[in-house]
């Protein structure tokens, strides 16, 4: 991954970094400081090929690693004067000049801040940073920054694409893969401080006790690390597996099953994180089954972990076939109306968008509309819709340009990020999940390129604010090369890369058209499925009139949902961004599009740009050979061609049937389909 630790070539950075770890100072024998030792051994090995000495007179020591509770006085002026404003998961790391010697002294509170400021130190060194200027101090920005795993207990990942689950339900407890290791320091390499290990799609047997103590045992490898285990819960499971005869969020028996269920784990793993709950969505059982509403179902399971400080994590992701005239609106509509009526310990998880992980939607009308209740982000990792892991998708321009989206909902400037870290209604618990692409493949994400997204979601939800091109320029650094040739010519490629898939997949604020089932490759033309929301046409509504999912005023009105000024814009053809135009509006295919193309031309001509970018991506790559393994550049190339050849499919089998519709012709500089 991104922890390589590749030996540095040049011998004068070398030799100026490896100086400091010739004298480290840290105390203590805590299982996240042996965590922080080991890390710091092996970039040494790597980057330097040489061992650690560790030097216990701090005034000796080149690197100190030191706390609130153990800094020396001398010290005094170099750890951070505010020790609260950093929070418990923050750090300073710090160059400094004491007695004629240089040092570098990392400080935070609590270990896990110095293991997140080890972690960055080393990052600094991979980059090959000036490292007299580090003068930093960084502390997160959300809460509680979780990985959610769609793993089911038979190791088969829901929207996976990167081997099987790596957790060894079979094996555990007692056989502990050295992969779990690693996944905890990738993910405390960035920030990540939890893992939801479960499918949303629950199996209730997770929690009985045959594998609650397997639970227990992952939990136990990743506390050194900061990170916490939380698990999904099946609203049924009083049923499935407590005998119950309901769950019935409101019965006396249920709410008692859920508190001794909670206790009974708690008991095991006493800072387990919570549940994260799908209920009444696609089939899963939930409060609604019983007349009640998702606050009912929400409170109740947050009043079974509230004694032990648990959160519950309740997803916004609605929708059933009893609302046939617009998917979109149903989330908003089913819990807005709820807003103040959650416990505390409550937390909404809103998808990015109203649909499903789209390759381009508008911000979810949800964030901002809820000032009493705490809503957390749900990005995905794994490319569901996006090409699994055999396109090259750079996700953090996605997640940016949702996170900069200015919801208005307190003035201009009230961003998602603003929503997403508390700041706009002042909430109390904030978080972000971004459902992982991680499986047991041997690069961890399929494609090696899949692993920026993880990176860089991972860094998102420590700050929202980071931009893709920053996020970029760090991971290219620290998985490939420095180079500012590569550098130069990767990132703008990275950059590209979103844009690219949606041009070829779903342009100009299309959505939904993957094929049935898995999602993978065109199927504009489905229309039989049981379910009227589930069919591709249900979406783009093409006729021999246009195109497009028409919800202005004269629709469904879905711009409603949004704040007046979001909602005028969208709710004009003219005011609303072209890229989103046939998300909101029904056109002809004679309408004018702002550059003077008509509508159906402009859309063959993004189908095309798609694939030229596609073909771009290809001769980039090809020159950057030089910089590059073997390995990886093949791995890739090939990968890279597979993605073209599916980009023509995509415009092909797109084009050729949206022509039924338009009966035009096929515009210059798009080759005909078929
Ligand atoms: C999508 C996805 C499902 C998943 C669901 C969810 O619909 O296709 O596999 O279960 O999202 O987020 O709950």
Redesign the pocket.
């Known amino acids: 991954l991104w922890l390589r630790y590749s030996y540095i070539n040049d011998s004068e950075i070398r030799e100026n970094y490896s100086q400091y770890f010739n004298k480290i100072n840290i105390s203590g024998e805590s299982e996240t400081l042996v965590v922080i030792k080991n890390e710091l051994l092996r970039a040494s090995k790597g980057m330097f090929n040489k061992k650690v000495l560790w030097e216990n007179d701090h005034l000796k020591a080149k690197l100190i690693i030191v706390n609130k509770e153990n800094y020396p006085k001398q010290l005094e002026k170099n750890v951070p004067q505010d020790w609260a404003s950093i929070g418990e998961e923050g750090f300073s790391i710090k160059y400094v000049k004491i007695n004629d010697n240089y040092k570098i002294i990392i400080a935070g509170n609590s270990e896990i801040g110095l293991l997140y400021g080890t972690f960055e130190l080393l990052k600094q060194m991979q980059m090959q940073n000036d490292l007299s200027r580090l003068n930093i101090i960084e502390s997160p920005k959300t809460d509680i920054r979780l990985l959610n795993h769609?793993d089911n207990l038979d190791r088969t990942v829901?929207?996976g694409y990167a081997g099987f689950s790596i957790w060894n339900w079979h094996k555990l407890p007692e056989y502990i893969d050295p992969r779990y290791e690693d996944y905890a320091r990738a993910n405390a390499s960035i920030g990540i401080n939890g893992t939801v290990l479960t499918?949303?799609?629950a199996n209730a047997l997770v929690l009985e006790p045959r594998y609650i103590e397997k639970v227990k045992a992952l939990a136990d490898v990743f506390r050194p690390y900061g990170i916490k285990v939380y698990l999904t819960a099946r609203f049924s499971a009083p049923i499935e597996i407590g005998g119950l005869e309901t769950a019935d969020p409101l019965d006396e028996n249920v709410k008692n099953w859920w508190a001794t269920k909670t206790a009974e784990i708690y008991k095991e793993i006493p800072d387990f994180g919570g549940f994260l709950v799908?209920a009444n969505?696609?089939g899963?059982p939930g409060p609604q089954n019983y007349g009640r509403n998702h606050a009912d179902g929400a409170n109740m399971l947050a009043d079974a972990v509230a004694p032990f400080g648990g959160v519950i994590m309740w997803?916004a992701?609605v929708y059933s076939e009893h609302d046939p005239t617009d998917r979109a609106k149903q989330a908003y509509s089913e819990f807005v109306p709820y807003d103040g009526q959650f416990r505390d310990n409550v937390i909404i998880q809103v998808?990015n968008g109203a649909i499903?992980?789209q390759p381009r939607e508008p911000f979810h009308p949800m964030f901002g509309a809820m000032p009493k209740t705490p809503l957390m982000m749900?990005f995905?990792i794994t490319q569901?819709y996006l090409g699994f892991s055999t396109h090259m998708v750079f996700l953090p321009k996605l997640y940016e340009e949702v996170l900069k989206a200015d919801t208005y909902r307190e003035g201009e400037g009230s961003t998602v990020a603003k929503v997403i870290d508390g700041s706009l209604h002042n909430k109390s618990i904030t978080g972000m999940a971004g459902?992982s692409n991680v499986g047991t493949d041997i690069n961890w994400t399929g494609h090696p390129f899949a692993q920026a997204n993880w990176y860089g979601y991972g860094r998102l939800a420590w700050n929202p604010y980071l931009s893709a091109e920053e996020i970029a320029e760090e991971w290219l650094k620290l998985t490939f090369s420095t180079n500012p040739n590569f550098l130069d010519t990767m990132i703008p490629m990275l950059m590209e890369s979103r844009e690219a898939v949606v041009n070829y997949m779903t342009p100009l604020g299309l959505h939904h058209l993957m094929a049935t089932g898995h999602?993978y490759g065109p199927g504009p033309w489905v229309n039989d499925l049981s379910r009227p929301e589930w069919n591709p046409t249900y979406y783009h509504k093409a006729d021999k009139e246009g195109i497009g999912f028409n919800r202005s005023e004269t629709g469904t009105n879905a711009v409603s949902q949004y704040e007046e000024t979001v909602a005028k814009n969208f709710n004009e053809p003219a005011t609303t961004p072209e890229k989103l135009l046939l998300w909101f509006h029904h056109l002809s295919w004679d309408y004018k599009m702002k550059d003077g193309n008509i509508l159906w031309d402009a859309l063959a001509l993004k189908y095309q740009e798609g694939v030229n970018q596609v073909k771009k991506m290809i001769s980039t790559w090809e020159q950057m050979k030089p910089y590059i393994d073997e390995e990886r550049f093949k791995e890739v190339k090939m990968l890279l061609s597979i993605q073209l050849k599916e980009a023509k499919w995509w415009r092909d089998a797109s084009l050729s049937y949206f022509q039924e519709f338009s009966g035009k012709p096929i515009p210059n500089g798009v080759p005909k389909p078929g």
Do not use: A, I, P
């Open positions: 769609w829901e929207r499918n949303v799609n799908k969505s696609e899963q997803r992701f998808k499903d992980f749900e995905q569901e459902v999602h």
